[in-house]
């Protein structure tokens, strides 16, 4: 479920996932691993901090669990737009340099993949993603917002 909001200025983006019924173990798995990943991530939040270091934090815990990085899609800073500055790259990358400072709000949203794509399927809705088949899982808690503050990071809205 993705729900988004507009209100006083400022737009809201936020996301969850629920397991319905039986699941595969591997699909569990899965699920378990990307909020792993998520919370790898949120780690290495504080100011300072550069924004290519979530994704080095995302890339590490799911190779080491065995998954890959969905390459496609990624977080952004929300506020006053949507979608903007900073763009959230989940793969290892040099690309985005720039720090993390006071006051910045992000989303991190990585998609972890239980095998390499070799190519990504957009649906006739214009919103569901497949690769090699499958639905682009991903944990019920890995779309969170991060706020970097003085005292390092601080997720403002988490999951129940």
């Known amino acids: 479920v993705d729900i988004t909001c ?46 290519y270091e979530i994704g080095d934090a995302i890339h590490a815990s799911a190779s080491k669990n065995g998954y890959f990085v969905c390459e496609h899609y990624g977080g952004h800073g929300i506020g006053q737009d949507m979608h903007m500055p900073p763009i959230i790259l989940h793969q290892r990358n040099r690309i985005i340099t720039t720090e993390m400072q006071e006051g910045m709000i992000f989303t991190i949203e990585p998609i972890l993949l239980l095998e390499r794509p070799e190519r990504y399927y957009s649906w006739e809705d214009n919103w569901t993603v497949s690769t090699n088949g499958c639905l682009l899982y991903t944990s019920d808690a890995a779309d969170e917002r991060s706020s970097v503050d003085l005292g390092g990071r601080r997720i403002i809205k988490k999951k129940t």
């Not at 595969?24 to 909020?35: G, R």
Request: aromatic letters at 8%; glycine letters at 10%; hydrophobic letters at 40%.
């Open 6 to 51: 507009y209100m006083n200025g400022v737009h809201g983006d936020t996301s969850g996932m629920a397991i319905i019924g039986e699941v595969h173990p591997d699909i569990y798995k899965l699920i378990v691993n990307t909020k792993r990943a998520l919370y790898a991530a949120i780690k290495v939040c504080k100011p300072g901090a550069k924004f």
